[in-house]
């Protein structure tokens, strides 16, 4: 695609005698030809980065073009640079990029004709392109869900399809799955489920091709589904904390640009494998994470496991055993007694601040001889003793099983709630 491309790129500039740029949607350049002293500095910089700043693209696009049907002209919203004529490249009714001239003296008429026809063989060899695109990408997606399918010979088949696709290079890598949904999935509305899809792929090719400040380093691969959406990512190193806010940054920018007011995105990081096969263990603790988030507001809407503490043994867990579990004698009792006197929130404060009755009594803002107060009377109430490492550690488990419990049932009444038929209304 790419010597064809340049082939219409470097036909058409030399007819013209102007500098000639070809780009995707996003405007992220594909073909570039040579300049004609003709250039600014906003063309060299294109050339050199192969994409334009995010903000820049977002001026341009705000203008328009994307709902262009024949060749205009653009105003670059920069000091010292030349206005554009663009000529959108469309194929069987799909916008798959734009042509671009330096708008830098008087346009003939048949210039834009010459133009028109240029971008015309542009969007064939961009339409072919998609169509390969696409029949890769939905046989990568398929081999994807085979590789975290719950029967082992369909596994062990999508590991050797994977090889056999060399996608990866054969050398170390660490592989990574990223768990995406939105906060309330059973919620989500066609609208919102598209543009999280979009906002998805967006993110993937983002960092698989280290466009627009991408900070991760190698390949994302993306599955997505109705009910979940994930990246497998092979790169050199585990991804840092930085990157990993980068990527939910990415996700969520994307997706509020696509639908405004759209919710919250969670995303889980499963742990790092280093064998294709061992892909369905991340995949299994990212969605662990991500139902974290979306349970626990404390977490916030990114989830590592490896830092979800007890949560990552209490998520697997069967519900009914977690409501079982949660019924801890000590604190029943505790809720019986506390009514609204902020026992149960002193005690998980002071357990939350591992037994810390400085920092507990600050975070509470209360005095001191208060705290103390309210924990002689706690144990007096569950009748454990604090000072105890097992009776500390009974407490604390049972307040973040019950803490669980609450999520999962406030979660089934609000669905409950929504599935509910509307009244009849009388016709008397």
Not at 60 to 83: D, E, H, K, M, N
Not at 230 to 245: C, G, I, T
Not at 357 to 379: C, G, M, P, Q, S
Request: aromatic share 4%; glycine share 6%.
């Amino acid at each position: 695609m790419v010597d064809d491309l340049q082939d219409i790129v470097d036909d058409l500039a030399e007819r013209l005698r102007r500098s000639v740029a070809i780009d995707d949607p996003r405007l992220r350049l594909l073909a570039a030809s040579r300049h004609f002293d003709d250039e600014d500095a906003t063309r060299v910089a294109s050339v050199l980065n192969r994409s334009i700043d995010p903000r820049l693209c977002e001026e341009i696009l705000a203008q328009g073009i994307a709902r262009w049907t024949a060749p205009g002209r653009v105003v670059v919203p920069l000091a010292g640079a030349s206005r554009r004529i663009c000529v959108p490249i469309r194929c069987n009714g799909l916008l798959l990029g734009y042509l671009w001239l330096i708008d830098s003296g008087p346009t003939r008429p048949q210039h834009e004709d010459v133009a028109r026809e240029a971008a015309e063989r542009a969007g064939a060899v961009l339409y072919r392109a998609l169509l390969v695109h696409e029949r890769a990408r939905a046989r990568h997606e398929a081999i994807l869900w085979e590789l975290v399918a719950t029967d082992h010979a369909v596994r062990s088949q999508a590991v050797d399809d994977l090889r056999a696709e060399q996608l990866f290079p054969d050398t170390a890598l660490c592989l990574q799955v990223l768990g995406i949904q939105h906060q309330n999935p059973d919620r989500l509305a066609a609208p919102q489920a598209v543009a999280l899809e979009a906002a998805v792929e967006d993110t993937q090719s983002w960092m698989s091709h280290g466009q627009g400040g991408a900070v991760v380093r190698g390949h994302a691969l993306m599955a997505a589904d109705k009910s979940r959406m994930w990246l497998l990512l092979a790169v050199p190193e585990p991804l840092s904390h930085r990157e990993l806010d980068a990527v939910h940054a990415r996700l969520t920018t994307r997706f509020e640009q696509l639908l405004r007011r759209g919710g919250q995105i969670v995303l889980g990081i499963g742990g790092v494998v280093h064998r294709i096969e061992d892909v369905i263990d991340s995949y299994r603790e990212a969605f662990l994470a991500v139902r974290a988030a979306q349970l626990v507001p404390s977490i916030g809407p990114l989830a590592r496991w490896g830092e979800l503490g007890p949560y990552e043994l209490l998520l697997k867990m069967p519900a009914d055993d977690l409501f079982a579990a949660a019924q801890v004698p000590a604190l029943v009792a505790l809720h019986r007694a506390d009514g609204n006197r902020g026992l149960v929130a002193t005690l998980e404060t002071f357990l939350d601040s591992a037994g810390d009755a400085a920092r507990t009594a600050r975070r509470l803002e209360v005095h001191r001889a208060t705290l103390y107060h309210r924990l002689k009377r706690i144990e007096q109430l569950t009748g454990c003793e604090l000072s105890r490492g097992e009776d500390r550690l009974t407490l604390h488990l049972g307040l973040k099983l019950q803490a669980l419990a609450a999520a999962y049932r406030n979660e089934t009444a609000s669905l409950a709630v929504e599935e509910k038929p509307a009244p009849m209304r009388s016709v008397s």
